[in-house]
């Protein structure tokens, strides 16, 4: 009776520790998928305005971008997000960049270095502090650069496509695949998006 009462209190506790497991696992997944509408936000710019999407009743949609001052990977994009909002910005999709360090944790991602970034670098988009550090958790993004397309459909902004802007993160000129961008031209033709999502390369946020 004992022995029996000893396997079955075994079991469940690794039952449980299991579904514990399952539970932490999809918590660190949480976040917006293909196909999901995302929720307006506001954030203050480096012009010390405040910025929503619905700032842009025009767009067609959004590029949005977690970036930030700091990150070797994101310092390599910076030149492409530039080019990226030159491009797409005329039709329709302007470049969203959002900073999520915390500069507690990362002192030079603070908001006075990223207007210092943005006026140093020329930055022709909103380039938005994450202050609270919640938008990027519900975008559920994990690296800086971080990618989410979005596109107007009916009012709300639908996620087409998430992950990386290339397939070079490191070396604008080892180019050969541009995901984003790919996937923009997709849309502008009215077609659905090939590859829809594909894996950030950067560093983790810092929150």
Do not use: W
Not at 137 to 166: C, R, S
């Amino acid at each position: 009776m004992k022995k029996s009462f000893l396997v079955t209190t075994i079991v469940l506790i690794a039952f449980l520790g299991f579904n514990s497991f399952k539970c932490n696992e999809a918590n660190e997944s949480a976040g917006y998928l293909i196909g999901d509408a995302v929720s307006d936000f506001k954030l203050k710019n480096v012009n010390d305005t405040f910025v929503s999407l619905s700032d842009f009743p025009d767009a067609k949609g959004f590029i949005v971008i977690f970036s930030c001052n700091t990150c070797p990977y994101a310092m390599a994009s910076e030149d492409r997000i530039i080019a990226l909002d030159a491009e797409f910005k005329p039709k329709g999709f302007p470049v969203i960049a959002i900073n999520p360090n915390n500069p507690e944790a990362q002192p030079a991602d603070s908001f006075e270095k990223m207007k210092q970034k943005a006026s140093e670098k020329g930055f022709t988009f909103p380039y938005l502090y994450d202050d609270t550090h919640s938008v990027y958790a519900t975008f559920g993004a994990k690296k800086t650069p971080h990618v989410y397309l979005l596109h107007k459909e009916q009012g709300k902004n639908i996620v087409k496509y998430i992950g990386a802007i290339d397939d070079n993160v490191r070396d604008a000129d080892g180019v050969k695949d541009r995901f984003l961008a790919n996937a923009l031209y997709e849309l502008l033709e009215g077609k659905e998006v090939t590859v829809k999502e594909t894996k950030a390369i950067g560093c983790g946020i810092k929150s």
